[in-house]
């Protein structure tokens, strides 16, 4: 069986990579692959933290029967990533290297401090916890961003049947 630690460890790891190879190319100024780069860890970050933030957190505040403490201090701690990686991609946009790096720095020191809470802390915590219903939030967290359903195919138009009529009867026949 996976644990929410793995399976949310992983994408810590994914992370971390994308932002590594980003940095990367600020370093040498490759502004194009820099944006390009910073753009695929933005989003791996986004999808990582509305992870936790829309099915792991709820999940264990429900179990807990409030919202605060570890819940509120990582969703806080969420708030300030995606505030400095705001900031940091108007810099890689702007071309500003040295700007980037002053945010780059607070940004690795909160990663850091921020996967050691969840992976040392959370994570077994929620583990520990919701031990019976791993199965069930990790697969709610593989569907959170799975591609929609594709919508039915409308009925054919039968031959000969005036458009009009088909239009009015929302398609179907």
Not at 9 to 30: I, S
Not at 54 to 75: D, I, K
Not at 125 to 151: G, N, Q, T, V
Request: hydrophobic residues 45%.
């Amino acid at each position: 069986m996976s644990t929410i630690g793995n399976f949310l460890g992983r994408d810590h790891r994914m992370c971390d990579d994308l932002y590594t190879l980003a940095e990367a190319r600020v370093a040498t100024r490759n502004w194009p692959c820099a944006g390009a780069d910073f753009a695929d860890f933005r989003q791996c970050l986004e999808h990582h933290l509305r992870l936790e933030e829309a099915v792991l957190f709820p999940a264990l505040e429900l179990c807990m029967g409030h919202n605060c403490g570890p819940t509120s201090v990582m969703r806080d701690e969420h708030r300030q990533m995606r505030e400095l990686v705001r900031r940091m991609a108007a810099t890689i946009g702007a071309h500003q290297r040295d700007d980037f790096f002053d945010l780059a720095h607070a940004l690795r020191m909160l990663m850091r401090q921020h996967h050691l809470k969840e992976e040392g802390i959370l994570y077994p915590m929620i583990d520990r916890f919701l031990s019976e219903r791993h199965a069930e939030l990790i697969a709610a967290m593989d569907k959170l961003d799975a591609p929609p359903e594709p919508s039915p195919a409308p009925a054919p138009l039968a031959a000969g049947a005036p458009a009009e009529a088909a239009l009015a009867s929302g398609g179907a026949q």
